[in-house]
């Protein structure tokens, strides 16, 4: 059985035989990371997991198809994928609501060395903004928080993954944190 890495170099190479290998190796998973955006999107009436993660797979096979050369910047792909499906229709959504209040999400902060876990609450549409600026500005920072945050993986994953002790993955989640924070700040100052 090849791994993880030797099914997307295969895909990366236009391999249709090695996508749907990958795509039925990994659906279990993919459907956990599906169910957690839906958690934080506090439930989207007319989405479940398995429409989502079909909807995201139909957005990657009419675009460019999955990307990513590691497991790590596959699943950091997945996980910004389904969080772009999830904004697309809540999106909709919002659109079909005349004077509807602003989409919220959850998005947990980094796990601090003691174990806390802060939540704090913002609007969908300045998270997307947000990470889109941060991709520009630290694209590194922009993957590690896709891996965390939206495809869910652990810190000692993530470590595992980019060979790292998982006490620098926990320092670069604090600075990508305070990051994407001060972009989600308004421009104006005067803006509450």
Known sequence: MQSITELL???SSGDNLAANELFGRLYPEIKRIARARLVE???VTGLDATALVHEG???MADSEGLRGSTRGQFFAYIGRVLRTTVIDHLRAKQAQKRGGDAMLVTLSQA???D???V???VDLADLDRALAQMHEIDPGLNELLEMN???GMSIDEIACLREVSARTVNRDL???RALLAELMLPDDPTVA
């Open 119 to 121: 939540q704090a609450r």
């Open 57 to 59: 797979f139909l957005r």
């Open 115 to 117: 174990g806390v876990s």
């Open 174 to 176: 604090v600075k990508a």
């Open 111 to 113: 796990d601090g060395e």
């Open 149 to 151: 945050v939206f495809a």
């Open 41 to 43: 999107a506090g439930g």
């Open 9 to 11: 170099v295969r895909v």
